[in-house]
């Protein structure tokens, strides 16, 4: 089950899912653009359904759920694949900015997780989750997309934990975490709801992003992943590679300067004595 299906990442990961002989259900919310995913599958020998779902919404997901195990009985794979992205500084976002992100990034993610999971834990066999986050998740990012960074460091500490807490029940956990992808998700605000309040500023426009690798890339390098029950999967464009771990290596750095600093306030003979909490 792959939600945020009906395009970009998620429709290359059905179509990748497919491909190696699983049945899939493509969800969205847009149903339509699921149906159509799911019948272009089936046309080529797929068993594959279109399911229109709101990931913000309990009630919604709840009935994706059902819907999976109604048509296929189970779910041996949960791709918590729906994301959205806006721009803007910290202090110029509106709260209602920050609640629509989170709405889908995070609470999407733990909506099919309680909808999924009571089930696949009293499965047996194979069984595994991937939760995508991103490599803003890991970038001390100064381009105006703190909001969404966050929500990403979100779903890589909720992954991380996850991982922990299902390996006794031999459920794998990976994290997907994609660089510039050849998706629409700068258009994210076509369905953005009323209520979340005033469509933030687009100033990169709403076109697919350029200069990016294309999706099917990533669902190639995140089901390879899956396979190996990994951990952390990047999808990077070759020519940001370097600078990508450059900014990581500057974190880790930052983590190094600050622990020196803790260091020398202690007393003599105090840093060994303790744990690290």
């Given at each position: 089950m792959v939600t945020g299906a009906a395009s970009g990442i998620g429709a290359a990961l059905v179509a990748e899912l497919a491909s190696r002989g699983?049945?899939?259900?493509?969800?969205?919310?847009?149903?339509?653009?699921?149906?159509?995913?799911?019948?272009?599958?089936?046309?080529h020998g797929a068993r594959a359904i279109g399911v229109g779902v709101d990931v913000s919404d309990p009630e919604s997901v709840?009935?994706?759920?059902?819907?999976?195990?109604?048509?296929?009985?189970s779910v041996e794979l949960l791709c918590n694949n729906a994301g959205v992205l806006l721009?803007?500084?910290v202090a110029d976002s509106s709260i209602g900015d920050w609640r629509w992100l989170?709405?889908?990034n995070?609470?999407?993610?733990?909506?099919?997780?309680?909808?999924?999971?009571?089930?696949?834990?009293r499965a047996s066999g194979w069984r595994h989750v991937m939760n995508?986050?991103?490599?803003?998740?890991?970038?001390?990012?100064?381009?105006?997309?703190?909001?969404?960074?966050?929500?990403?460091?979100?779903?890589?500490?909720?992954?991380?934990?996850?991982?922990?807490?299902?390996?006794?029940?031999?459920?794998?956990?990976t994290t997907l975490c994609p660089g510039q992808v050849a998706t629409r998700i700068l258009d994210?605000?076509?369905?953005?709801?009323?209520?979340?309040?005033?469509?933030?500023?687009?100033?990169?426009?709403?076109?697919?992003?350029?200069?990016?690798?294309?999706?099917?890339?990533?669902?190639?390098?995140?089901?390879?992943?899956?396979?190996?029950?990994?951990?952390?999967?990047?999808?990077?464009?070759?020519f940001g590679l370097d600078q990508f771990r450059s900014q990581v290596e500057q974190m880790g750095q930052m983590a190094d300067d600050a622990l020196a600093v803790h260091a020398a306030r202690l007393p003599q003979g105090e840093e060994s004595a303790g744990s690290v909490n």
């Open positions: 699983m049945a899939v259900v493509v969800a969205d919310i847009d149903e339509a653009g699921a149906q159509r995913v799911a019948e272009e599958l089936r046309s709840a009935a994706l759920a059902v819907a999976s195990y109604a048509e296929f009985g721009f803007g500084a989170s709405s889908v995070v609470e999407g993610t733990l909506n099919c997780l309680h909808a999924f999971l009571p089930a696949m834990r995508t986050s991103s490599a803003h998740a890991f970038l001390p990012d100064t381009s105006h997309t703190a909001l969404y960074s966050a929500t990403k460091h979100a779903i890589l500490g909720l992954s991380f934990g996850l991982r922990a807490e299902l390996t006794p029940d031999g459920i794998g956990v994210s605000q076509r369905s953005r709801p009323e209520v979340f309040g005033q469509h933030a500023a687009e100033p990169f426009g709403t076109g697919v992003i350029p200069l990016a690798i294309e999706p099917d890339e990533v669902a190639r390098a995140a089901v390879d992943g899956i396979a190996r029950q990994d951990e952390l999967v990047f999808a990077l464009p070759d």
